[in-house]
């Protein structure tokens, strides 16, 4: 399961994101990736 599924489709979101990305990926793939599937684990049991 991506992040992308979370995020806005278009243009300027992806340009954004990717900029975002870029700028922080290394934070957050060692902090927040674990936060956003706990949530996005959450999420899904909920929902389901």
């Known amino acids: 399961?991506?992040?992308?599924?979370?995020?806005?489709?278009?243009?300027?979101?992806?340009?954004?994101w990717s900029q975002v990305a870029?700028?922080?990926s290394r934070i957050f793939w060692r902090r927040d990736?674990?936060?956003w599937m706990d949530a996005a684990s959450g999420l899904m049991g909920s929902v389901t």
Do not use: D, H, K, T
């Not at 992040?3 to 278009?10: C, F, H, V």
């Open 1 to 16: 399961m991506s992040l992308e599924a979370y995020l806005p489709y278009g243009p300027i979101s992806v340009a954004v």
């Open 22 to 24: 870029e700028r922080q």
């Open 33 to 35: 990736c674990w936060a």
